[in-house]
């Protein structure tokens, strides 16, 4: 009371709903008029943005907290009555008619998408000091995450354009959802690398704010432990980017431009942009409202599975069950042994890995009635069984891949499944983490998802018929992996399997210890023989006819520890660093025609 002159009238209708939602905690300690003023205004404007930042504001996410704890507590099934099946969607293969009739429709419906990725997660699992999209993807040319992202975007978009004869040239809009944790430094990498060749203009960022904690089932708001005038906030979740995509009118923009498609995807994938034609044609030709992309699923890996879910009530739909709830709805629904392969060696339930595509037309009129609100959840950690208070103060949180959850069943809810090797190489473990790993389950560390670029590489031309090397086993960081020859191509060179067929003729080979660097549109490759290093830069004008027989030291892999601070961390998270002891390395930096017979 005694302090309330200090607020300004919307602070002091802020204060009455605060007390009214029983978080008068937040401010019973307050000292006198006069002592630490502008301390206790900045926790009014932290509560303002906190409500302003919320659809529905602060006492509705406080309500909806109350509800999720004591379900929570009362050990609620979010399932109940729901039985799990396995769903049927579309399953393709690499380099089949099918898949290359797919491709081909994606590249075409590719100059009507935005692609949207979510990146405001730190990555705590890793455990890497800076963000995750400027990791390198590979260190053969080191080209980081988020270089490779635009420059797969601008790629397609020229594709686009080639193969529609330039009936509707557009950029394709490029959307980034950062968090206060990634924001500054997702700006500072674009801006120091002139937005990697995209216009600055077409590239967006959107920030999600972090929620309040809640330091008990009642759901008071928690303290900062560090200042007593700070509400203490944790990341809400990627569920966030629909509201964004929604409150930042963009959604209507890209409507307005006659857009048809949105896709998501996650930071660290490698591989995805293999997997983004064809299953943007799977969307486009099965008229999916939401297609997600799938692969096969270990059981118990740490992926969602791609579920049907049947009411006893008849309703029913096809969501992604995350990995720590499949086990338990399984064992619930009259499945003893839980979330197990079946005798493909697989979960018989495909891997979610949250690359999504909406239909824009559809995704608008639904989120017109849920402002783009996601179904919540809680996972607070208690300290006992008798489950009243908690080790930590947790939070609402919320996931992308639910968006299907509001849908009606009329909805066309599809998902498209294709080999891991092409689709998904993700970056979330730490080294110690990723060696603790049950063999056979994927690593998911920087070591496997570099390794994975050579190897579906590799498995790409061979599949276009170059002769290349079985792998070698080598351990790094603990992981034994597999050693494909270290080939790496700029999106427009090959981002597709047609695109690649063409560039790639006659009788080539490459061996196991080679390493082969395609940096330019217009390199042909015929008649190599490839036992060592080559790397070919050009400019887009240059078209280089490359053929012969190289032979040299090439570039090897050397061992280095993770916990070898000497060495710099993006380095030493992978186990291995590259020697380049000998190479033959050619520029064309001229428009013309050039031959490069070794
Ligand atoms: N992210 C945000 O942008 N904001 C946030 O608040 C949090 C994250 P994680 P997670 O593909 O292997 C997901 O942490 O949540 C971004 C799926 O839920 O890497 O453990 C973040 O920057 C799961 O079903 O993943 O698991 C990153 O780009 C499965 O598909 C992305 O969200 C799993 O990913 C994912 O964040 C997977």
């Not at 939070?395 to 849908?407: G, V």
Request: aromatic share 8%.
């Amino acid at each position: 009371q005694k302090n309330l002159g200090l607020l300004s009238p919307e602070q002091i209708e802020l204060a009455k709903m605060l007390v009214e939602m029983g978080q008068s905690h937040l401010f019973q300690h307050w000292p006198e008029p006069g002592v630490d003023d502008e301390e206790k205004k900045a926790l009014f404007d932290q509560v303002a943005r906190l409500n302003s930042s919320y659809p529905g504001g602060l006492a509705s996410y406080i309500k909806t907290a109350r509800e999720l704890l004591a379900d929570s507590k009362a050990g609620k099934n979010p399932f109940d009555g729901f039985t799990p099946s396995v769903p049927t969607g579309e399953n393709l293969t690499f380099g089949d008619e099918n898949f290359i009739k797919f491709e081909e429709a994606g590249v075409r419906e590719a100059q009507n998408a935005a692609f949207v990725l979510v990146a405001g997660g730190l990555g705590e699992r890793l455990g890497y000091n800076g963000i995750k999209v400027a990791l390198p993807m590979e260190t053969t040319t080191g080209t980081c995450f988020l270089q490779h992202y635009i420059e797969s975007v601008l790629a397609l978009q020229e594709a686009s354009f080639r193969l529609t004869q330039g009936k509707c040239q557009r950029d394709i809009p490029f959307a980034i959802m950062t968090s206060d944790d990634t924001h500054a430094r997702t700006l500072q990498l674009l801006e120091s690398n002139s937005y990697f060749g995209m216009k600055s203009s077409q590239v967006k960022l959107l920030k999600q704010e972090k929620v309040a904690c809640l330091e008990d089932n009642d759901a008071r708001l928690a303290l900062d432990p560090q200042n007593k005038y700070s509400i203490q906030t944790k990341p809400h979740g990627h569920g966030d980017v629909h509201s964004l995509l929604y409150s930042s009118g963009l959604l209507k923009i890209w409507e307005d431009a006659g857009l048809r498609w949105v896709l998501f995807f996650q930071d660290t994938n490698g591989l995805l942009f293999k997997a983004i034609p064809a299953s943007l044609g799977v969307s486009a030709t099965k008229q999916y409202h939401v297609n997600s992309l799938a692969v096969p699923r270990k059981a118990k890996e740490a992926i969602g599975g791609i579920t049907r879910l049947t009411h006893a009530d008849g309703r029913s739909m096809v969501i992604n069950v995350e990995y720590n709830q499949l086990d338990p709805l399984l064992r619930a629904t009259g499945h003893p042994d839980g979330d197990v392969n079946s005798e493909t060696g697989y979960s018989p339930f495909p891997g979610n890995i949250n690359q999504l595509i909406l239909e824009l037309g559809p995704y608008i009129e639904e989120l017109k009635k849920t402002g783009g609100v996601i179904k919540e959840f809680v996972n607070p950690k208690y300290k006992d069984a008798s489950k009243t208070s908690f080790k930590s103060s947790t939070r609402l949180e919320c996931m992308m891949q639910d968006y299907p959850k509001t849908l009606p069943p009329s909805a066309r809810v599809g998902f498209t499944v294709m080999d891991t090797w092409l689709a998904y190489a993700p970056v979330k473990n730490n080294p110690e983490d990723a060696a603790k790993v049950p063999k056979g389950n994927p690593y998911h560390s920087a070591t496997s998802g570099e390794m994975a670029i050579y190897r579906a590489n590799s498995l790409i031309l061979k599949k276009v018929g170059v002769k290349v090397d079985d792998p070698v086993h080598q351990v790094f960081n603990g992981q034994e992996v597999e050693v494909w020859p270290r080939i790496t191509w700029k999106p427009t060179w090959g981002l597709t399997f047609s695109e690649v067929k063409n560039k790639v003729t006659g009788s080539c080979s490459i061996s196991q210890r080679s390493t082969m660097a395609i940096k330019g549109r217009n390199v042909f490759i015929k008649d190599l023989s490839l036992d060592g290093a080559l790397v070919i830069e050009s400019v887009d004008e240059a078209e280089v006819k490359v053929g012969g027989s190289v032979q040299n030291k090439g570039w090897i892999l050397e061992n280095v520890d993770y916990k070898d601070t000497s060495v710099p961390e993006e380095i030493r998270i992978r186990g291995f660093r590259i020697n380049k002891i000998e190479q033959i390395e050619k520029h064309y930096g001229e428009p013309g025609k050039f031959g490069l017979t070794v």
